[in-house]
Structure formats: C-alpha cells, structure tokens
C-alpha cells in the first residue's frame, strides 16, 4: 500500500509518503483531493503566485529553513514534479517497483507537484517548437522564474528532511546547475544517470573500429540545452542527433499528432526518427521526451533499442539510498 498524505494549495500539491507493499494498482485507490491536514511536524505551507512558500504557520517555515521537517529518516528522497503529472507518476511507480524487489524498507519521500511550473516549463519547451508546416524559429522566453520556482522547490525539499533530490523532467535539467548550487544534499542528473549505466553495460560497437554512438531523441529544447550531449561525451561516447530535417518531418510532426490524438500517426512516425538514429550506427538510442516514451507497444522489437531515462534515474536514486547506509 501507500501511505500518502496530500496537501493541496492554490498553487501546487506537496504529497508527502512512504511506500510499502507496493502493487501496481496503488495509484488508482489513491484518493485525491483538497484537504487540510498537518503532517507530523505541525506544519501548512501556502505558495504564492510565483511558486514560493512564503507563509508560515505554528511558528515554522520549511522554505526559509527553520522548524521542523516533514520526514526524519535519512533516506528520504525529495521529487520535483515537471511538465507532466503523469510522468512524475511514472518515475515514482517505478521506485515503488525497484522499492519491492529485494524486500527492503519503505522509502520516504517528499513530491512537489505544482501546476504552474508544469505551466511554465510547458511554456518554455513549446517555445522552441517549429511547427511542421511553419519555418518561423524559435521566440526563447526568459527562463529565470522557471529557475526561481525550481530553486524554491529545491529550498523547501532540502528543509523538508529530504537527503538527495531528483527531477523527472528533462527538460528541467537545463537549469540543473543553477538549481543545484549551493544544496547541502545531493541533487541526482538524469543524464549523467544515463551516461553512467549505459558506460557501466560495456557495449560494443556495432562497427569494428567505430566509437560507441548514442543517440538521443528529444524536443528541440531538450536537445538545445546539450545536457545529454556533454554527459554522454564526458563518458566517451560519440552522440548521434536528428538533424534538422528529422525533426522537422519526423519529431515535430509525431508530437503534433499525438497533441491531435492520432496515436497510430505519432507511433509511425517516432519509428522513422529512431530508425534514423539507429541506421547511422547508434548502439541505442535514449528516448529523453515526456511525450515519446509511451508511444511505442510493450512489445515493440525498437523498444529493444532504447533506452528509458526514467529508469535510469529511478534506479540511481534507488542506489544511492541502499549506499547511504539509511534503508537497511
């Protein structure tokens, strides 16, 4: 079961957990829905406009670090949602699922889950999208309220009593070094999560002679922020990208048909981008998008091909709890 308590403001969710016994059916007997409840340190926050928790309530405030936190064990694990509710939802299944498989005590956390920064960040990647039938480039938004709200985050997750952070959101990552600097606990990158299996599995090229490619399928602001890019080089891998014309008549279009719901269309067409990827001699090929994840049938042979960077995170965050020496 999960034992969950969700606070709902204005602004944003705090669900506060601990995960125990897990099944795959625990999200759908979760209830949702607006309360007010105290957790056991006494404390309500309310975030204002900008995604800030600025009141205090019972003398405590977690956002400026003083009071008591939410959780006390050691291993608890802060989340800080992104643009999809649904993809956050994702990454945490799969810590209950990675939680469940050598028997091991629950895992406490601490998830932020705030509409207007999904609304934010949402914003942002769609600014750097082109539509398929248009060639007017990009209109880049200021990015810093979205990097302010995720440093809040930061802020309360850290004085919330989590020991390590995480982000399950891609696109998040392109602030990552200013969310991160100065946190006293250990914010885990995606990427570098990525990098470090895909180094760990020893692969072989696919070309005797050749460097080890890896692709990397994305939206156009993921892939202009470059994390992957430099996190997969730093590991000794040559990176492989769509072009311009890949993403023009393959990405972006496949993103636009699964905005129109046509599914079949979108599937089609991320077979053709990976493919694309794949002929040019990439071992695998890192599917770093929300919106392409899920596309693709269970038993898909591309899927084979593939790599999931929400299982990649989910199973560091998993190793760097059992390394911390607190869930034992």
């Known amino acids: 079961m999960l034992d969950v308590m969700s606070l709902s403001y204005p602004f944003q969710t705090l669900l506060l957990g601990c995960v125990t016994t897990p099944t795959r059916r625990y999200f759908c007997r979760t209830r949702w829905c607006h309360v007010q409840a105290t957790p056991p340190s006494s404390v309500i926050l309310n975030a204002d406009g900008s995604g800030k928790f600025s009141e205090k309530i019972h003398a405590t405030n977690l956002a400026s670090g003083s009071g008591s936190p939410f959780v006390t064990q050691g291993s608890a694990v802060g989340i800080i949602g992104g643009v999809s509710v649904d993809a956050t939802l994702t990454f945490l299944r799969k810590l209950v699922e990675l939680s469940s498989e050598d028997g091991g005590n629950s895992i406490p956390f601490v998830l932020c889950s705030d509409p207007l920064l999904s609304k934010e960040l949402l914003s942002f990647e769609r600014s ?5 039938t248009s060639r007017v480039e990009n209109m880049k938004l200021d990015s810093s309220p979205i990097v302010q709200n995720l440093r809040n985050k930061r802020v309360f997750l850290e004085n919330s009593g989590a020991s390590c952070i995480v982000l399950p959101c891609n696109v998040s990552h392109s602030w990552y070094e200013q969310v991160s600097e100065g946190c006293s606990v250990p914010v885990l990158h995606m990427a570098e999560c990525v990098a470090k299996e895909l180094k760990e599995a020893k692969l072989k090229p696919l070309e005797a002679g050749s460097p080890l490619r890896i692709g ?5 602001a993921t892939l202009a ?13 040559e990176v492989v990208l769509p072009d ?19 599914m079949e269309g979108a599937c089609n067409l991320l077979r053709i981008a990976l493919q694309v990827l794949l002929v040019r001699a ?15 049938p269970p038993d898909d042979p591309l899927l084979k091909k593939c790599v999931d960077p929400m299982d990649a995170l989910a199973r560091s965050t998993m190793k760097w709890v059992k390394s911390s020496g607190h869930n034992t």
Request: net charge negative; aromatic share 8%.
């Open 128 to 132: 750097y999208f082109v539509s398929s």
């Open 216 to 220: 990397v399928l994305a939206t156009n």
């Open 225 to 237: 922020a470059g994390f992957y890019k430099e996190k997969l080089q730093n590991e000794g891998f």
């Open 244 to 262: 311009r014309a890949t993403m023009e008549h393959t990405v972006i279009p496949a993103i636009e048909a699964l905005n129109r719901k046509d």
């Open 282 to 296: 990439a071992n695998s090929v890192i599917l770093a998008s929300d919106d392409m994840r899920d596309l693709l």
